[in-house]
């Protein structure tokens, strides 16, 4: 039987007994026990990479965000204090870690988004017809081009608004998990991914309203 590489599991999946262990992992760590981070850095590490390349787009940058946060729990471990889940903490650092690598980046694009937002009349009807694309994907562009397309337009967002929506969409929290991530408020992260995937979906609709043409 082939062997399949394990997925690692959504925030909200982590069983009792993996908090138990990162608990008392981070213990040995404060007293001194180097083996203990190691062993947390290797059970950590698939999960953090993953969250670090779909939030930075590439594997030099996730790579560099992976030691990033690694250092900072290393060196940061005393400030844990345990009334959140070890996984929280670590979402927040990588979170962090990546969008101050977004936030370096030229920012142009960023200011043209809005006009993928709808646009409605006065009497609230939208301004123009919403394209349902969904059904022509296949025959319009191959799916790798959609993909392209998508990572494009996420790039584009804040990086904020992005890692919302990585946080989401890919990695699965529920929006408590994000606003303890992110440090936002839940009804912050709603808006923020509320308004996210309206740009998102402007860009895909005016792409393939051309691809259709």
Do not use: C
């Not at 690692?8 to 262990?21: K, S, V, Y």
């Not at 670090?52 to 005393?78: H, M, P, S």
């Amino acid at each position: 039987m082939a062997h399949r590489q394990k997925v690692p599991q959504p925030l909200e999946a982590m069983t009792d007994r993996q908090a138990d262990d990162d608990r008392e992992l981070i213990r040995r760590i404060k007293a001194g026990d180097h083996q203990a981070f190691e062993t947390l850095f290797t059970r950590h590490l698939p999960r953090v990479y993953r969250q670090a390349i779909r939030l930075v787009g590439n594997e030099a940058e996730a790579e560099e965000v992976v030691q990033d946060v690694f250092v900072a729990v290393y060196r940061k471990v005393d400030t844990f204090r345990g009334q959140a889940a070890f996984s929280t903490w670590l979402y927040r650092l990588t979170a962090n870690a990546a969008i101050t690598k977004l936030r370096k980046r030229k920012r142009s694009k960023e200011t043209a988004l809005d006009e993928y937002l709808p646009k409605f009349r006065d009497d609230g009807e939208h301004l123009k017809p919403i394209v349902d694309w969904s059904q022509d994907v296949e025959g319009a562009v191959a799916r790798t081009e959609v993909q392209r397309l998508i990572q494009q337009a996420l790039d584009e967002l804040p990086s904020v608004d992005k890692a919302v929506v990585v946080l989401s969409d890919l990695e699965e929290l529920s929006n408590r998990e994000i606003a303890k991530a992110l440090e936002l408020t839940v009804p912050a992260v709603k808006a923020r991914l509320h308004r996210a995937r309206l740009i998102l979906r402007g860009r895909l609709a005016a792409y393939f309203e051309r691809a259709l043409a």
